[in-house]
């Protein structure tokens, strides 16, 4: 243990005596482990894992695709939907539809963004809620009324209610109709972006939304689109109104919206960041051999003292160790704070505004090895190579002339060419990959979207009837 402490003291004061060493070795481990584990933490979250129900790899929009390609989501009636539930490759279909409503009874009314749902929906995603129950089946029985009970987002029952926990059981009136609180989502919920309270819908409604399918386990997408095509081509046949002629199923995963719009630039993004971790590792592989390089003269002396081979190796193994530690924890509090600004700086509407962003840790773990093994082993090669130092010729040599064997020379040529030409390509490289990605920024709109907004003021009969405009302002 003492003489441990002893190598980390000498490791300290070497790295105290050469800042500029150790500043720009800890940086570029720093910037490429910060920026590649936040990036790639973002693709996780935004792309990769969205949604968090249950089997999501089987949940999917049942959506058509038209005689030009375009895709959009399929409405049906409530028979049709009884009829697609008996296709076999589905295991469960559920119904969604969004509506603006008021809530009433208090002095000045608010609008809400409302989510109604057949009694298989929540069942179907399998997210189970942070109080109380979700909806299901008992709450809009086939053929009768829909109960008046309600399930309030986390993000509205934070807002409106202060997060009180004895919420269960309380009533909420929604367009002058009194509901009873049965349940709070839990924070990351995503079901209908941005939704502040779920109803329940009887299935034989006029629907007006879309529908979702649960696929059965190893049944493929296209496996899904062939079952369910004679269905659509008899709807299309009694109801042509309601689909474009010679409308295809086009079943789609639930991320494949998603990873559309955004996934061609967060890829592109998470390709510079990942070449910025490898341009990193490698400065720091060329500081650690011209460093080893440049303390030959410091070993030889060590070695002419009695330094054994094994704590001249043990030594440039600690030094390695603190540079590549203090890297990667510096990494990890960077990557924490780009990852808030990367959210905030994502368009809001492009994604779920729920999901849960954090860092990936097996991304974080991987980053980290990779910098620690990078800095350890070019840590060890001047480090074996000095070990058994010529003392005679070294001590011989101007402590500012390199001296060594001819193999060692050329191996040491040989690897800081190569580090060169590694961070030469992978500059270039990254360099292309900013380039694309900015031009996907700069792509025209066709308009000029600086200082425009879009305001939605939902106003229906007589629900502002008891709101004054001294209330109001």
């Known amino acids: 243990m003492t003489t441990l402490l002893q190598d980390i003291r000498y490791a300290s004061r070497q790295l105290w005596n050469h800042p500029g060493f150790a500043l720009t070795a800890i940086l570029s481990l720093a910037l490429g482990i910060g920026a590649t584990v936040s990036v790639f933490s973002v693709i996780y979250g935004v792309l990769l894992h969205p949604f968090p129900y249950a089997d999501v790899d089987r949940l999917a929009n049942l959506s058509i695709r038209d005689q030009k390609g375009n895709i959009s989501d399929a409405e049906f009636t409530g028979q049709q939907l009884r009829e697609l539930r008996k296709i076999h490759a589905f295991e469960n279909v559920a119904s969604w539809r969004l509506k603006s409503l008021e809530v009433t009874g208090s002095e000045i009314p608010e609008n809400v963004r409302a989510f109604f749902g057949i009694g298989e929906t929540a069942p179907m995603l399998g997210t189970p809620p942070l109080l109380g129950r979700n909806l299901g089946p008992s709450d809009s029985p086939d053929g009768q009324e829909p109960q008046p009970v309600v399930v309030l987002h986390y993000r509205f029952w934070q807002r409106h209610f202060n997060g009180d926990p004895a919420i269960i059981g309380m009533t909420l009136e929604l367009d002058h109709k009194r509901y009873t609180i049965v349940g709070v989502t839990q924070p990351n919920f995503t079901e209908g972006w941005g939704t502040d309270v779920y109803l329940p819908q009887e299935i034989g409604n006029p629907l007006g939304g879309g529908a979702m399918v649960k696929l059965r386990p190893g049944i493929s997408l296209a496996a899904a689109d ?127 505004p729920d999901v849960a962003i954090h860092i990936n840790l097996p ?81 025209p709109l066709g308009y000029d979207p600086h200082n425009v907004v879009s305001v939605s003021i939902p106003l229906r009969e007589n629900t502002y009837r008891l709101a004054s405009s001294s209330k109001l302002f």
């Open 226 to 352: 062939a079952e369910m095509q004679p269905l659509l081509d008899r709807y299309i046949h009694e109801r042509p109104l309601d689909f474009p002629k010679n409308a295809k199923v086009d079943i789609r995963l639930l991320t494949w919206e998603i990873n559309r719009n955004m996934g061609p630039t967060l890829y592109l993004l998470f390709g510079a960041v990942a070449m910025l971790l490898a341009i990193g590792c490698s400065n720091v592989c060329i500081l650690l051999l011209a460093r080893g390089t440049a303390r030959q003269h410091e070993f030889a002396v060590r070695a002419a003292v009695g330094a054994g081979s094994i704590r001249i190796v043990r030594q440039l193994l600690t030094e390695s160790l603190m540079l590549a530690l203090t890297g990667a924890t510096l990494g990890v509090l960077l990557a924490s704070h780009l990852l808030v600004f990367i959210a905030a700086w994502l368009p809001p509407r492009l994604f779920p």
């Open 363 to 443: 991304v974080l773990l991987f980053s980290v090895i990779v910098a620690l093994l990078t800095t350890v082993l070019f840590g060890l090669v001047p480090a074996l190579q000095m070990a058994k130092p010529e003392i005679g010729r070294v001590m011989q040599s101007s402590t500012k002339r390199a001296a060594g064997s001819v193999r060692g020379k050329r191996l040491h040529a040989t690897l800081v060419a190569a580090q060169i030409a590694l961070t030469l390509m992978l500059l270039t490289a990254a360099g292309a990959a900013i380039e694309s990605f900015l031009h996907l920024l700069r792509i």
